[in-house]
Structure formats: structure tokens, C-alpha cells
């Protein structure tokens, strides 16, 4: 949550899948302000300090950025897909995200990746 906003993952089993931007500065009528789409199964999200930019573990192995200053229209800035390893190079699916600096740290099925983002901005 950052602000009046929480910023929502999920899977396409019960929907859209992505992410979902909510203005809760209502809390008793949370209200459905934006979302991106392009990622089928998240699971992991972490938001910039001042909520313009979110970063999304996706199932497909891929690290999506994503410009969120206009709430009601998130953007794709980037992403990258995070290798596989020897055994299973084609396989990888990201479960966590968390950004320190300009290092996003991906949790995966074989670890954890460093994913430079300093060339991601809007």
C-alpha cells in the first residue's frame, strides 16, 4: 500500500489476473481505479516510495515494470525474463519481488535473481 492505494496481485484462475490498482481511502468502498493484465498468473508485487512505478513477479519466469502515476491506466515500461537453470532452462517461475535501490531481487523457483533496473524509468 502506498498512500490512499494498495496495489494487488493475483492469478487469471479467478479473473483477469495482473495487477490491480485500488483506492482504499474509503475503506469501507474499496473501488477498482486500474489494472494491468499482461501477466496471467502474479504473485509477487512491490511499489515504488512514491507509487508510480510496480514491480510484478510473474509465473512465466518475467519481471514486469510497470508505470503506475496514472492509476486508472498502468503502462509497461519493461520487462525481462529470468533464466532457467542447467537442468531446466525453459522453466522458471517468479514468486517474490522487492526493490532496494536500483536492484530488483526476484525470488524464483531456483533462487534468487539481481535484475539491474536502473535503465527502467518513466
Do not use: W
Not at 1 to 25: E, H, I, Q
Not at 61 to 73: E, F, P, Q, W, Y
Not at 108 to 121: A, K, L, T
Amino acid at each position: 500500500m502506498r498512500g490512499n492505494y494498495a496495489y494487488l496481485v493475483d492469478g487469471s484462475t479467478f479473473g483477469d489476473g495482473g495487477l490491480r490498482v485500488v483506492d482504499v481511502s474509503d475503506p469501507t468502498t474499496p473501488t477498482v481505479l486500474g489494472q494491468y493484465t499482461d501477466c496471467g498468473e502474479a504473485s509477487g508485487v512491490d511499489v515504488s516510495a512514491d507509487g508510480n512505478t510496480t514491480y510484478i513477479a510473474c509465473s512465466d519466469g518475467s519481471l514486469r515494470i510497470v508505470d503506475t502515476a496514472d492509476k486508472s491506466n498502468p503502462l509497461l515500461l519493461g520487462s525481462v525474463m529470468l533464466p532457467g537453470n542447467v537442468q531446466l532452462p525453459d522453466y522458471n517461475s517468479a514468486h517474490a519481488v522487492s526493490v532496494v535501490g536500483k536492484v530488483a531481487y526476484v525470488g524464483n523457483e531456483h533462487g534468487v535473481d539481481e535484475v539491474d533496473i536502473s535503465n527502467c524509468s518513466r
